[in-house]
């Protein structure tokens, strides 16, 4: 009785140690999420976004996946155009065709993610709410 009790708990822990396994394998591949607060004047916040999408164009170059490279929020002294984003990347890390910015403003939360060999630089106009 105590063999077959042993053997059963062997085979539990064994599914639960493939299950783990597996979460961690496929998890690897995800590029974490990060946050931070920009604040300053308009080239400095500009310089800090195009470091951050080179970054994530490189790190996820050719992938079809949608990674959510950068959650940030800034506040500037002047207003931030895409123009002035794609004007800040430097052209030899970056093709300029594969980034879409929009106009963020002078303040607010934006995102940068990296979906179907695009980098997109959006403001967030709302906040999701969980329930």
Do not use: W
């Not at 984003?85 to 980034?99: P, Y």
């Not at 303040?107 to 329930?131: F, L, M």
Request: charged share 25%; proline share 2%; hydrophobic share 40%.
């Amino acid at each position: 009785m105590q063999e077959i009790l042993t053997r059963v708990l062997f085979i539990v822990a064994a599914i639960a140690g493939i299950v783990i396994l597996l979460a961690v394998v496929t998890n690897l591949n995800k590029m974490p999420e990060y946050k931070t607060d920009l604040v300053g004047p308009k080239l400095y916040i500009l310089q800090r976004i195009a470091g951050h999408v080179e970054k994530c164009y490189e790190q996820n170059f050719g992938k079809l996946d949608s990674v959510v490279c950068l959650t940030f929020t800034y506040s500037s002294d002047g207003s931030i155009t895409a123009q002035d984003i794609v004007n800040a990347m430097d052209k030899t890390k970056v093709d300029t065709s594969k980034i879409q910015a929009e106009d963020i403003g002078l303040s607010g939360k934006a995102i940068v993610r990296y979906e179907n060999k695009v980098v997109y630089i959006t403001k967030t106009r709302y906040d999701r709410v969980d329930s």
